[in-house]
């Protein structure tokens, strides 16, 4: 990661705004909200559940678009980009662990995690994979379907597949939510050694206060407003 520009953000919401139309009128989550995010930065993202946490985190990884203002990735605005580029800028440089885990059920752990690595055309695909999952600790469920796992289960396979691709930047909605506390605090700490040695960009949403004060920077989503939470 040495070649990125520690100068200037990786990712940056300017002036952005998000709205939805519903039955009883227009929802307004947040207006003028601004954030800069360095490379190799550690940030975490808190705030009351339906503060809009999640559609944020959504917005800055080019899933969901603004109502208004932008969102630029490495100074590049994405809704200049059209579909098929957003789709591989997230598949080349952007790594998810969802809450909902959305595994694949007709493939197996390991090919849940393989299949993006194949996709990107590594050849190291099955070994990565592989790896990646004894990492989490389900070296012996490589070939169970996510049906036959836990949800514990299923959220390490998530976050092996997060880890396996080699992100530039990594989103994590309630990374640890599913674990227990064992396996979340392994969990915790493969999170930071990946943002500390390999430079990724890790951005987290999470209740855990103790998860929260791990990351450099700390941002507080109220009432449509990004507030930094001293360290």
Excluded at 17 to 45: C, H, W, Y
Excluded at 58 to 85: K, M, R
Aim: with cysteine; proline share 4%; charged share 25%.
């Amino acid at each position: 990661m040495s070649h990125l520009n520690r100068e200037k953000p990786l990712i940056e919401a300017q002036d952005v705004a998000k709205s939805f139309n519903t039955q009883a009128g227009s929802v307004e989550l947040f207006r003028n909200l601004d954030v800069r995010i360095m490379p190799g930065e550690s940030l975490a993202i808190i705030g009351r559940s339906g503060a809009g946490k999640s559609t944020l985190l959504s917005l800055l990884a080019g899933l969901d678009t603004p109502t208004e203002g932008q969102i630029l990735f490495d100074d590049q605005p994405l809704e200049q980009l059209d579909d098929a580029a957003r789709a591989d800028l997230r598949l080349q440089q952007i790594s998810f662990i969802f809450q909902s885990f959305h595994l694949l059920p007709e493939l197996d752990a390991l090919d849940n995690v393989r299949l993006p690595l194949e996709i990107q055309g590594r050849k190291d695909a099955d070994a990565q994979a592989r790896h990646w999952l004894q990492q989490v600790g389900l070296g012996a469920r490589l070939d169970h379907y996510p049906a036959q796992l836990s949800g514990g289960e299923q959220q390490r396979v998530a976050i092996a597949r997060a880890f396996a691709t080699e992100p530039k930047v990594l989103f994590a909605d309630e990374p640890t939510g599913n674990l227990d506390d064992d396996t979340g605090q392994q969990i915790i700490e493969q999170l930071f050694d990946l943002n500390t040695n390999a430079g990724t960009t890790l951005i987290l949403i999470t209740h855990d206060i103790d998860l929260a004060s791990r990351c450099q920077r700390r941002l507080h989503l109220q009432n449509g407003r990004l507030e930094e939470v001293p360290a």
